[in-house]
């Protein structure tokens, strides 16, 4: 759906309207991130109103760090209930399909609240000794002295495994996880779904996960595992779902179905991006990699400015529940607000010498994990210390990384994800 005119805004007022870039256009995003014109958006129009083509009926498109930290913290005027998509989904399609990030508090902090002790910092820390000897048979197994894909022989195994580990999930269908994932959370790219969002007609899914009947086959698919659970509960974080009481009640198969699909999704796409954006960024700025396997001691910084620069999730999308400002702009009830953490993460006004990746950066507050309020990602620990392992243990391997191809990106303005990242690996 094209978005093909801004209009400036400053205090509730029209300034003037000019051609702009149109962030709903996917193959601009397939072509790379636009960070030029957020650069320009961020200075000319920090909270801006983008028309889209009918059904949709706009949305306010807002690129400022502060701007978009106020928001995330205002939860009560910022719903996420209607979605976090450009979607505007029925409410009939919500309540079928409503996961922990669709769902304001008190409603989110309930269901939270059962999953925190899974994934609090001192939980995950239980887990460094099994991520970093999956990383090291991954290593062994996927890095090659001749080119090979990045993407494919690292960076999708190991959160796959790990997420796997602690949800309890069957080692016999990872790949099948995987490959339901890549058609979910890419649901706009031909080359990894053949139900286009935007392009098909996906009525008929519109109350499955990201509106397609892949949606459906995970539902299935987490189905089975629930009982194989009931059956013979284990020390995992799906068996805690199954015995929570959310109110005294236990979850409804409605939730363990969105429950199951996000934690998948998320806890698997999200850490592959930023492990593959990062092995990139290395590969683009080979003086930060010398500078990382000089001083281990830059490790943890390191990790903070891979999850910045990649950026795993560009946006995500609230509902403004009442009037409200919102740097200078006027936004009515009902109205879209899409917050832009891709162009968060390169304001100058929050991070010093934004466009350049380094990985000394101190004081590393980036919107990857979104930043206020209770949206917080769940699994930010956990993400944190796959990249952070992973990088440790390439330091130990790799001297340098060099493309040997054209990294090809997903068709997507949600995910920064890469379909493929063809580099050789040149060994310490």
């Not at 996420?80 to 998509?85: E, L, P, T």
């Not at 409603?107 to 925190?116: C, E, S, V, Y």
């Given at each position: 759906?094209?978005?093909?005119?801004?209009?400036?805004?400053?205090?509730?007022?029209?300034?003037?309207?000019?051609?702009?870039?149109?962030?709903?256009?996917?193959?601009?995003?397939?072509?790379?991130?636009?960070?030029?014109?957020?650069?320009?958006?961020?200075?000319?129009?920090?909270?801006?109103?983008?028309?889209?083509?009918?059904?949709?009926?706009?949305?306010?498109?807002v690129?400022?760090?502060?701007?978009?930290?106020?928001?995330?913290?205002?939860?009560?005027?910022?719903?996420?209930?209607?979605?976090?998509?450009?979607e505007?989904?029925?409410?009939?399609?919500?309540?079928?399909?409503?996961?922990?990030?669709?769902?304001?508090?008190p409603?989110?902090?309930?269901?939270?609240?059962?999953?925190?002790g899974?994934?609090?910092?001192?939980?995950?820390?239980?887990?460094?000794?099994?991520?970093?000897?999956l990383?090291?048979?991954?290593?062994?197994?996927?890095?090659?002295?001749?080119?090979?894909?990045?993407?494919?022989?690292?960076?999708?195994?190991?959160?796959?495994?790990?997420?796997?580990?602690?949800m309890?999930?069957?080692?016999?269908?990872?790949?099948?996880?995987?490959?339901?994932?890549?058609?979910?959370?890419?649901?706009?790219?031909?080359?990894?779904?053949?139900?286009?969002?935007?392009?098909?007609?996906?009525?008929?899914?519109?109350?499955?996960?990201?509106r397609?009947?892949?949606?459906?086959?995970?539902?299935?698919?987490?189905?089975?595992?629930?009982?194989?659970?009931?059956?013979?509960?284990?020390?995992?974080?799906?068996?805690?779902?199954?015995?929570?009481?959310?109110?005294?009640?236990?979850?409804?198969?409605?939730?363990?179905?969105?429950?199951?699909?996000?934690?998948?999704?998320?806890?698997?796409e999200?850490?592959?991006?930023?492990?593959?954006?990062?092995?990139?960024?290395?590969?683009?700025?080979?003086?930060?990699?010398?500078?990382?396997?000089?001083?281990?001691?830059?490790?943890?910084?390191?990790?903070?400015?891979?999850?910045?620069?990649?950026?795993?999730?560009?946006?995500?999308?609230?509902?403004?529940?009442?009037?409200?400002?919102?740097?200078?702009?006027?936004?009515?009830a009902?109205?879209?607000?899409?917050?832009?953490?891709?162009?968060?993460?390169?304001?100058d006004?929050?991070?010093?010498?934004?466009?350049?990746?380094?990985?000394?950066?101190?004081?590393?507050?980036?919107?990857?994990f979104?930043?206020?309020?209770?949206?917080?990602?769940?699994?930010?620990?956990?993400?944190?210390?796959?990249?952070?392992?992973?990088?440790?243990?390439?330091?130990?391997?790799?001297?340098?990384?060099?493309?040997?191809?054209?990294?090809?990106?997903?068709?997507?303005?949600?995910?920064?994800?890469?379909?493929?990242?063809?580099?050789?690996?040149i060994?310490?």
């Open positions: 759906m094209a978005a093909t005119l801004f209009r400036l805004i400053s205090f509730g007022a029209k300034l003037n309207v000019m051609p702009a870039v149109d962030l709903t256009d996917l193959d601009l995003w397939a072509r790379g991130v636009p960070y030029a014109e957020f650069a320009r958006l961020r200075t000319e129009a920090p909270v801006a109103w983008f028309d889209e083509e009918s059904p949709n009926s706009g949305f306010w498109s690129h400022r760090y502060a701007d978009i930290v106020s928001a995330s913290r205002d939860v009560a005027t910022f719903s996420s209930a209607r979605g976090i998509s450009f505007e989904p029925t409410d009939e399609d919500m309540a079928a399909r409503r996961t922990i990030i669709d769902t304001d508090p409603a989110h902090t309930k269901l939270r609240k059962i999953m925190t899974t994934f609090s910092q001192r939980a995950v820390a239980v887990y460094r000794h099994f991520v970093e000897g990383t090291e048979q991954v290593l062994d197994a996927g890095l090659s002295d001749d080119p090979f894909d990045f993407v494919d022989a690292v960076a999708k195994e190991v959160p796959i495994r790990v997420l796997a580990k602690v309890g999930l069957p080692e016999a269908n990872l790949d099948q996880f995987i490959d339901l994932g890549d058609r979910l959370i890419a649901n706009t790219d031909p080359d990894l779904t053949d139900v286009v969002w935007g392009r098909d007609d996906t009525d008929a899914f519109r109350r499955f996960p990201f397609s009947p892949y949606g459906k086959q995970l539902w299935d698919l987490g189905r089975e595992i629930v009982r194989e659970r009931l059956r013979e509960p284990g020390d995992d974080l799906l068996s805690r779902l199954l015995m929570a009481r959310v109110d005294g009640e236990a979850l409804s198969e409605v939730d363990l179905d969105n429950l199951f699909s996000i934690l998948v999704i998320a806890g698997n999200t850490t592959r991006i930023a492990i593959a954006q990062g092995v990139l960024a290395f590969c683009q700025y080979p003086q930060e990699w010398d500078r990382l396997r000089a001083d281990p001691d830059l490790l943890a910084a390191a990790t903070e400015e891979v999850l910045r620069w990649s950026c795993p999730t560009h946006f995500m999308r609230r509902t403004a529940t009442a009037g409200a400002e919102l740097g200078g702009a006027s936004i009515r009902g109205d879209k607000v899409v917050l832009w953490y891709v162009s968060g993460n390169r304001d006004a929050e991070f010093a010498d934004a466009d350049r990746f380094d990985v000394g950066r101190s004081d590393n507050r980036h919107l990857s979104g930043r206020g309020g209770p949206h917080l990602c769940l699994g930010a620990h956990l993400a944190r210390l796959e990249v952070q392992v992973v990088l440790a243990a390439l330091t130990r391997r790799v001297a340098r990384f060099e493309l040997v191809g054209e990294p090809r990106r997903i068709r997507s303005n949600f995910t920064n994800g890469l379909k493929a990242l063809p580099v050789r690996a060994r310490a």
